[in-house]
């Protein structure tokens, strides 16, 4: 299970610090969209998160959108933040993490990936020897593949819950 462990698992993106990822020796968040800035297949934003993403911006932090999505759906998405972004990454494989990498000019040990799932996401974070952050999921995908995806990831999503990696809203 240690390959689909997250470093932490939070409710919503708006939940990530400055100071969480000063804690993580942090300088860089790669960002997944769906499910995580917003609705699958929706061009519209969860509510707050542009505003956040500039917020972390002007904290020193750099950002950049990482999705398997196609240049079609995920360009216009990371325009609304005003952010690079990498688009049909093949999350779990490393190349779009390296690219993304790549991009920012930063190291693996100084950047998170931010996604809600945990067998692309996660396992690809920590293929690449990333650390990351587990967001929980905003809408409930009905295909058999995510449905039996989702039920694998209860397991991890509860153990964060117990070893209390998982952050609260209050925190």
Not at 47 to 63: D, I, N
Not at 100 to 119: H, I, M, N, P, W
Request: charged share 25%.
């Amino acid at each position: 299970m240690a390959l689909e462990m997250p470093t932490y698992s939070i409710d919503k993106v708006t939940q990530i610090t400055p100071g969480l990822l000063h804690r993580m020796n942090a300088k860089a968040l790669l960002l997944d969209v769906d499910n995580t800035l917003s609705l699958p297949e929706s061009q519209i934003p969860f509510p707050g998160t542009v505003e956040w993403a500039h917020k972390m911006q002007r904290c020193g932090f750099q950002l950049i959108v990482l999705s398997n999505n196609f240049k079609k759906r995920v360009a216009p998405f990371a325009a609304l933040y005003d952010l690079p972004y990498v688009s049909f990454a093949l999350k779990p494989l490393p190349l779009g993490y390296r690219r993304a990498l790549t991009k920012l000019g930063v190291k693996r040990s100084e950047a998170v990936v931010v996604g809600d799932q945990v067998f692309t996401d996660i396992l690809g974070a920590n293929f690449i020897g990333m650390q990351s952050i587990l967001v929980t999921p905003r809408a409930e995908e009905l295909s058999v593949s995510f449905l039996r995806r989702r039920r694998h990831e209860e397991p991890v999503r509860r153990l964060m819950k117990k070893t209390g990696r998982h952050i609260s809203p209050k925190e």
